[in-house]
């Protein structure tokens, strides 16, 4: 059964880019099929694979096209070869996709529907949401089956997390009934400072025990060098502490998944 996880935080500069490779490689190695989606008209992930999002938008080949053209989503996805998650790349025209989806009808299913003929492909698929509450964010979400919400911690990143549960919420009374958060990742954590464990405190207060807090991602400028690498920093410096919390979510996805 194929898992769908919207990677989602309203809050720029919070690692959704970065947990997305690195969470879609942990799923690689473990003999999963991944496909990755660029739902962020920034491109930061097509660009992380190391894609032209500016050459692929000129074929008409990134999501925009899928979204509100007829182009087939089967005919974007980007193979990643043995091992690797394939690839949905985005480019800035999807910034240009919001206005016309108010026009529609279905405007907040539009992303599910084009998805449905590939899904059954994958075991896993990955969202990487813009950073904004937006149709866009809320098409990932009425697709998803379960919400990973990576959190910087600092106290601009925490302070929409609520406004992120409330539309979780309309979502799930209005479009997806079935949709799960699977938890909060708090990133790009200095455990030496005293600011960011005052966030992890007030994460812990505003999740109570409603929603799991997972162990935070440790900074370290490996994750900038493996990015201008183009490679998952799980592959490329495999000793950084942070990537062990992205093979602990590996791990407990596959027991997620199989609950279902």
């Given at each position: 059964?194929?898992?769908?996880i919207?990677?989602?935080n309203?809050?720029?500069?919070?690692?959704?880019?970065?947990?997305t490779?690195?969470?879609?490689?942990?799923?690689?190695?473990?003999?999963?099929r991944?496909?990755?989606?660029?739902?962020d008209?920034?491109s930061?992930?097509?660009?992380?694979y190391?894609?032209n999002?500016?050459?692929?938008?000129k074929?008409?080949?990134?999501?925009?096209?899928?979204?509100m053209?007829?182009?087939?989503?089967?005919?974007?996805?980007?193979?990643?070869?043995?091992?690797?998650p394939?690839?949905?790349p985005?480019?800035?025209s999807?910034?240009?996709?919001?206005?016309e989806?108010?026009?529609?009808?279905d405007?907040?299913?539009?992303?599910?529907?084009?998805?449905?003929p590939?899904r059954?492909r994958?075991?896993?698929i990955?969202?990487?949401?813009?950073?904004?509450?937006?149709l866009?964010?809320?098409?990932a979400?009425a697709?998803?089956?379960?919400l990973?919400?990576?959190?910087k911690?600092?106290?601009?990143?925490?302070?929409?997390i609520?406004l992120?549960?409330d539309?979780?919420?309309?979502?799930?009374?209005?479009?997806n009934?079935?949709?799960?958060?699977?938890?909060v990742?708090?990133?790009?954590?200095?455990?030496?400072?005293?600011?960011d464990?005052?966030?992890?405190?007030?994460?812990?207060?505003?999740?109570?025990?409603?929603?799991?807090?997972?162990?935070?991602?440790?900074?370290?400028?490996?994750?900038?060098?493996?990015?201008a690498?183009?490679?998952?920093?799980?592959?490329?410096f495999?000793?950084t502490p942070?990537?062990?919390?992205?093979?602990?979510?590996?791990?407990?996805?596959?027991?997620?998944?199989?609950?279902?």
């Amino acid at each position: 059964m194929t898992t769908v996880i919207a990677l989602a935080n309203q809050k720029g500069g919070v690692g959704k880019t970065t947990s997305t490779v690195n969470l879609a490689c942990a799923l690689a190695q473990r003999h999963r099929r991944v496909l990755a989606i660029d739902m962020d008209p920034q491109s930061s992930l097509t660009i992380y694979y190391g894609h032209n999002p500016r050459a692929l938008e000129k074929q008409e080949a990134t999501l925009y096209w899928a979204l509100m053209k007829d182009q087939a989503m089967e005919n974007l996805i980007l193979a990643g070869g043995a091992g690797t998650p394939d690839l949905i790349p985005a480019s800035i025209s999807l910034a240009g996709a919001e206005p016309e989806l108010t026009l529609l009808w279905d405007s907040a299913s539009v992303f599910r529907d084009k998805l449905q003929p590939v899904r059954d492909r994958y075991d896993f698929i990955l969202v990487d949401c813009p950073p904004s509450l937006t149709l866009l964010t809320v098409n990932a979400l009425a697709a998803a089956d379960t919400l990973l919400i990576p959190v910087k911690t600092d106290y601009l990143s925490i302070m929409g997390i609520p406004l992120l549960l409330d539309t979780v919420e309309k979502v799930r009374k209005r479009l997806n009934t079935h949709l799960d958060i699977f938890g909060v990742l708090p990133t790009m954590y200095n455990a030496r400072n005293i600011h960011d464990n005052d966030c992890l405190a007030e994460l812990r207060e505003i999740l109570t025990s409603r929603i799991r807090l997972f162990e935070p991602v440790h900074r370290s400028t490996s994750f900038d060098r493996s990015s201008a690498m183009s490679q998952a920093t799980l592959e490329a410096f495999p000793d950084t502490p942070g990537v062990r919390v992205y093979h602990q979510l590996a791990d407990e996805l596959l027991t997620h998944g199989e609950s279902r």
